[in-house]
């Protein structure tokens, strides 16, 4: 499967409706971009039950701005709509092998039990925050 070129108006879509997506943010002037580009598309090819997606930075500002993406290439991996990995800096061949191993691997049950326990504690810890807030102006 090649590349596919990942969009603010089909993201949504394509995290929800992909197990395994690889997003590899990119400009065209970017050196590392470049010379990582065929080994993701290669990777592309070798793993064909993976979605691989490429954002460009130049057109997509708003969904790299949204990623914060400060330096690129940025990879990011999501797995059932989860993001689970992300770093700047371009991977060599058996880098990217070796990332797309562990994400396969991950224990799904156990990352969406840890993102249901951050999320308890954001709405724990706002709770809190909006009782002390109150206490203040009363």
């Not at 070798?46 to 979605?51: A, F, I, L």
């Not at 790299?64 to 990879?75: D, E, H, K, N």
Request: with cysteine; net charge negative.
């Amino acid at each position: 499967m090649a590349t596919r070129e990942i969009t603010a108006e089909n993201f949504n879509t394509t995290i929800s409706e992909s197990d395994i997506v690889f997003l590899d943010f990119w400009a065209s002037w970017c050196g590392p971009c470049r010379m990582f580009e065929p080994i993701f598309e290669k990777a592309s090819e070798s793993y064909p039950d993976v979605v691989f997606g490429k954002v460009d930075t130049e057109a997509q500002q708003e969904l790299a701005g949204a990623f914060q993406i400060r330096s690129i290439p940025t990879l990011m991996a999501f797995r059932e709509n989860v993001l689970v990995f992300a770093q700047p800096g371009a991977l060599n061949a058996r880098q990217l092998d070796e990332v797309i191993t562990a994400v396969r691997e991950l224990d799904m049950q156990e990352v969406h039990a840890e993102v249901a326990a951050q999320a308890a504690a954001a709405e724990e810890a706002a709770a809190n925050e909006a009782a002390a807030n109150e206490a203040q102006t009363a």
